[in-house]
Every structure is written in structure tokens, then in C-alpha cells.
């Protein structure tokens, strides 16, 4: 596995960008060698912790330039992969509403390990081992 395995993503914090950030994200896995099951774990997580972002990360009528998220998806050097998903708004804890809010059980669930910053915006770490 290359040493300098990265991926780095910036982009507006709307919607249309969580598709093409996930497609960008399995190119990389592939590129990665990653087996086929990690892969689809792995961007399910991802796209559940962007979704978050652009439901509730920024209120209504936030400056849209100011509004984004980052993805950054690293190898480390014990094999594992570290991914950040990261924005610059709140993060809320909310009780959960019927039929929804199961994201972060769902990357709680497919992450080995799953950390939450808030102190400047929120970053989620997930990290996976990588499987070839």
C-alpha cells in the first residue's frame, strides 16, 4: 500500500456534493485495493456523517460561502485507515425522532473506532482497518 495515501475534499455543505464526494472517496478505496465489502461499509459511513453536515450543521440562512464540509481520508502507518468528515458549524445531540436519526449508530456500528470533536466545528474520525 502507497506510503502517502491521501485524499483530501472541500466543498460546499449542499446536497448535490455528498454524491461525488462518496464516488471520489470508493475510487480512492479502490485505488487502495480495499475489498469490495470494507469499501461499501466504509462510504456508507462516510455518507451518513456528510448527510449529517448538510441537514443540520449550519442554521437556515448561514452566509452559503461559509457553509462547507471536508472530507480527508488517510492510510496511517499501523495500516488503518483514519477518515475525517469535518464542517465548521454546531453540532447538536438530539433525541432521536421516530425513523430517523440514525446516523451515528450506523457509523458507530461499521467504524472500529469513531471519535466527535466540537471544539471548532464538528469533526467525526472514524477508523477502519484496511482489508485487502
Known sequence: MPRASQLHLHCPAQSQ???PVRH???AFLE???FERQSLEDITTAAGEALANIVEHAYVKGA???ECYFDLRASVNRRGRLCLDVCDGGLFLER???PGRGFGLRIIR???GE???DTSSGTRVRM???CKK
Open 17 to 19: 456534493y455528498v454524491a
Open 24 to 26: 471520489a472517496l470508493t
Open 31 to 33: 485505488a487502495l485495493e
Open 63 to 65: 452566509c452559503p460561502a
Open 95 to 97: 433525541a432521536p425522532l
Open 109 to 111: 456500528a461499521i467504524a
Open 114 to 116: 469513531l471519535t466527535i
Open 127 to 129: 477508523t477502519f482497518d
